[in-house]
């Protein structure tokens, strides 16, 4: 695939990626994440609370909690219960991913990782680039 239409499919991904952010019923912030493999999304996920629980995701003083799982752990953990493989996939979030997630994207196989704007910890981008990951910041300018 030549750069240029690469780039096309990362632009059009990180878009479906935001929109299904704005599925979250976190309102301090809404991430989602999209799981890419030979051009078919195998997985999707946006941060929120566990099946079951309660869809806020702040405590009353604005704090996220601590049960609510992030974007990328959600479309991780459904490709597990699939029969799907995460292994040489790509995922696409709209928030760079944090230290306890960037371990499961490393552990699921997942090879590259753009995203659309950068978490305010960069431990886990620094720890994926160092596991030789391609990582990609890619904004879109819209």
Sequence with gaps: MTDKKRRRYDVAYLKMAREWANLSHCERKQVGALIVKDKMIISDGYN????GFDNCCEDDNGNT????????????????????????????????????????????????????????DDTGVDFLKKANIEILELSLNE
């Design 48 to 51: 929120g609370s566990p099946t």
């Design 65 to 120: 909690k601590w049960h609510v799982l992030h974007a990328e752990a959600n479309a991780i953990l459904k490709v597990a219960s699939s029969t799907q493989s995460c292994k040489g996939a790509t995922l696409y979030l709209t928030l760079s991913p944090c230290r306890d997630c960037s371990k499961l994207i490393l552990q699921s196989g997942i090879n590259r990782v753009v995203y659309t704007k950068a978490y305010k």
